[in-house]
């Protein structure tokens, strides 16, 4: 429900963007936003607490950010409070960035590796990555996960490519447990 609720707010403004000819625009205002409201947690704490009135969070949202924000902005923190889904936010706006993403062809990798890469191998991963899908730009995620043994572990959005070691010991592991059991 919970994602259903995140995607209908957020398509709504990405929709919005879209048919205004604003994506850039309204995708500036809404990475500034997810910045402010990272940077202030009592501001999160006063717009989800329950006993703060409505019109005290609306007031506080046109106080805070008119002239700061587009009035589409503005006017998707006041539907958001209005409605009780301040708790949502953070999905709303990591939504509507991962649409604008989508719409400008720009992939979002993460990899993990077993050791460090150099600036060469990120290189070349990062070209093959862009050789191999549609996107033609990609926000590359490097962590070290030195459980992997060897090989790698490339996310992009749900879709995951795995070629760890320890994945495919464990593969094997499974495999050697089956035929054990079959053997019986």
Known sequence: MAKLVT????????QLAVEEGRVDEL????????DILNSNPELAKIMAHPSVDKNEKIDM??????????GEVCGLLN????N???????GIL????DSVKEYKKIGVAYVDTPLALSDVQKEHIEQKLLDTTDYVKMEMNYSVDEKLIGGMKIRIGDRVVDSSIS???NELAKELRRIQLNTK
Not at 7 to 14: E, H, I, R, S
Not at 79 to 82: G, L, S, T
């Open 167 to 169: 994945t495919k010991l």
């Open 84 to 90: 009780n889904r301040y708790e949502e936010i953070d």
């Open 27 to 34: 995708y500036s205002e809404v990475v500034s936003l997810v």
């Open 79 to 82: 539907q958001i409070v209005v």
């Open 61 to 70: 949202i046109k106080t805070i950010f008119s002239g700061r924000v587009s």
């Open 94 to 97: 990591a939504s509507f960035i």
């Open 7 to 14: 995607k209908t707010y957020a398509d709504a403004l990405f």
